[in-house]
């Protein structure tokens, strides 16, 4: 166990729909980063947030967006859904700012389907 | 930009065999280097890390050595076993965040 909880761990909506998934990192950790992981693009970095602040942004859609709140929880807002958004999404936190040598830790993930 | 390349799976192995998956990248700067390994219904957990160029990661008998010379960092151990079936991630972090540059994995199949 990672210490990252993720929910919904399954999620099957409708395209143009929009659901929000939800990430609590470990305790203590401030910086939290989603990843989005597809067949066909593999692990792809699209945002992280230190201590309620957007920090990093990687390829991240305009119909998505995501938010910190100040205990520390961290929701991704999908919107506009395609069928091409079917995916397994990923938390991860750490500890700090980061910095190219510490250790992310990441949740189970949330699969996504839109049919 | 930053990218990582890992050989393609999946590699099957018989238990006890020897194991070595491919990484190389492309990434400017003195970047650090991840294995990560993701169990069927899991997320990643991180294997092994180095931070410079030839240090060696180690964890669990795997082992990786950064090698600057040839942008490389092969996963290898000694004698898998069927426990370590798994699908192995290549990664890079060239940034003050720790934000992730992923290889496409490698999915690892161990027979008794």
């Known amino acids: 166990d990672s210490g990252v909880t993720q929910t919904p761990k399954h999620l099957i909506t409708a395209t143009g729909q929009r659901v929000t998934l939800r990430c609590s990192p470990r305790s203590g950790d401030l910086s939290v980063y989603w990843y989005q992981q597809s067949l066909d693009q593999g692990l792809q970095f699209l945002i992280q947030?230190?201590?309620?602040?957007?920090?990093a942004k990687g390829n991240i859609l305009e119909r998505f967006s995501a938010q910190q709140f100040p205990d520390l929880h961290s929701e991704l807002n999908l919107s506009s859904l395609e069928l091409g958004d079917s995916a397994l999404y990923f938390c991860a936190s750490s500890s700090g700012t980061g910095g190219g040598n510490t250790e992310a830790f990441f949740g189970q993930g949330t699969r996504l389907t839109v049919v | 930009g930053d990218s990582v390349t890992q050989m393609e799976g999946p590699v099957t192995l018989s238990e006890e065999a020897f194991l070595t998956i491919n990484c190389t990248y492309t990434?400017?700067?003195?970047?650090?280097l991840f294995w990560y390994v993701q169990y069927p219904g899991e997320g990643l957990q991180l294997l092994l890390k180095?931070?410079?160029?030839?240090d060696k990661g180690s964890n669990k008998g795997f082992e990786a050595t950064y090698r600057k010379e040839t942008t490389s960092f092969h996963l290898e151990k000694g004698s898998v076993q069927v426990s370590d079936s798994a699908v192995y991630f290549c990664a890079l972090s060239n940034s003050g965040y720790s934000t992730l540059t992923f290889g496409k994995g490698t999915m690892l199949l161990v027979s008794p």
């Open positions: 180095a931070t410079k160029a030839d």
């Open positions: 947030y230190y201590n309620g602040e957007e920090r």
């Open positions: 990434a400017t700067g003195y970047p650090s």
